[in-house]
């Protein structure tokens, strides 16, 4: 006789808008494996009708939310759940209104894991406010992590005990190769939202530094125009003497995409945004046997292995960017043994198949 499944209440963040944690949402949504394991309920608990509109506040948004807690009540009502999962904000102004979802929940009576694709707590803890509200938030609960390294983030309110970590992961490609004449200069992509804290103006100051020391390259910058506007950032190559070297190209996706990753040699992200927690792009790289020069900015340390599938340099480092960049240049045997070994650490942690698989056994623990 096959045993009764239990029931979980999924309240997640599900696109649109497009963003990180939506897409996990969705990959958890549409699990075979997940699906198969539990009777999953959803909820979208997403606010925002684009990525301009995260974080913005508005009497829409505050009448949309007490719908969501008058369905999220109705939801755990119907369903009695054995285990809600909820996607919450790590800090305020955001974090004030799952606060509240999450209480609501532990009110009912409700065991409650939450999963964190972002950070910040251990910038908040200092004030009494925040700090009172972390203490009753975190009591009694169960939560995942995307790398050991963002421990730390949570470890005043949280014993180590309670923390479940699971890296995200993404579907496999059939991967297509452009490679072209050996003789070509190397290709360096950068791939995200042209925003000044995702490193672009200080990827494009190692790139003058790249010519000043007469390295053959070509820099790619695909993304949609953020804080960095397309007028300034044509302005800026300009200014420093990279025309036909630093090439802008917009927002690309599926195809497009990919075509980028194709034939791209070195794939940089020098991020040092406050929210960067585990960026899906430095995956997708390694899908495509890209060696990685990132930050150690949220848990990228957990992402690239300094020095066997990539480099980190410091945040805002130009100077030592623009070390590691040249040194990939001129050397095509570490680029492709660095890449290979970014793809073999893909295959073997950052599949679809495997976060799949992390995320059913973690529920499964979470309920017993």
Not at 129 to 138: P, Q, T, W
Not at 172 to 184: K, Y
């Amino acid at each position: 006789m096959e045993t009764e499944k239990h029931s979980i209440l999924f309240v997640l963040h599900l696109p649109p808008p497009v963003h990180g944690a939506a897409m996990v949402g969705k990959y958890i949504h549409d699990s075979k494996a997940i699906n198969g394991a539990f009777r999953c309920h959803y909820f979208n608990l997403t606010l925002a009708r684009s990525l301009d509109d995260i974080g913005k506040g508005g009497a829409r948004k505050l009448v949309d939310f007490v719908r969501q807690l008058l369905g999220i009540r109705r939801a755990v009502r119907q369903v009695r759940p054995a285990l809600c999962y909820v996607t919450p904000n790590a800090k305020a102004p955001a974090f004030y209104k799952d606060f509240v979802v999450v209480q609501m929940l532990k009110g009912m009576g409700c065991r409650v894991v939450v999963h964190f694709h972002n950070k910040g707590v251990a910038t908040r803890q200092g004030m009494a406010f925040d700090d009172f509200l972390y203490r009753r938030f975190f009591k009694g609960l169960k939560v995942i992590l995307l790398a050991d390294v963002l421990y730390d983030d949570i470890r005043r309110y949280v014993a180590r005990k309670d923390v479940y970590v699971c890296p995200n992961g993404i579907p496999t490609v059939d991967i297509c190769r452009h490679a072209g004449p050996s003789s070509r200069p190397v290709r360096i992509l950068f791939l995200s939202n042209m925003i000044a804290a995702k490193g672009v103006w200080v990827l494009l100051e190692a790139c003058r530094l790249l010519k000043e020391r007469g390295m053959a390259f070509v820099c790619d910058f695909v993304g949609k125009w953020g804080d960095v506007g397309e007028q300034a950032f044509n302005d800026a190559v300009a200014e420093k003497g990279l025309g036909g070297l630093v090439l802008a190209h917009g927002a690309k996706y599926g195809a497009d995409k990919a075509a980028f990753f194709g034939q791209a040699d070195v794939f940089v992200f020098p991020t040092y945004y406050a929210n960067e927690c585990f960026p899906i792009v430095l995956l997708e790289a390694m899908q495509y046997g890209l060696p990685c020069i990132s930050t150690a900015e949220g848990g990228i340390r957990g992402i690239i292995d300094d020095g066997v599938t990539g480099y980190v340099v410091g945040r805002q480092d130009a100077e030592a960017l623009a070390d590691r960049m040249a040194y990939l240049i001129v050397h095509p045997e570490v680029r492709r043994a660095m890449g290979e070994k970014g793809r073999e650490k893909f295959a073997e942690q950052f599949t679809l198949q495997t976060f799949e698989g992390r995320m059913k056994d973690i529920l499964a623990d979470c309920i017993q």
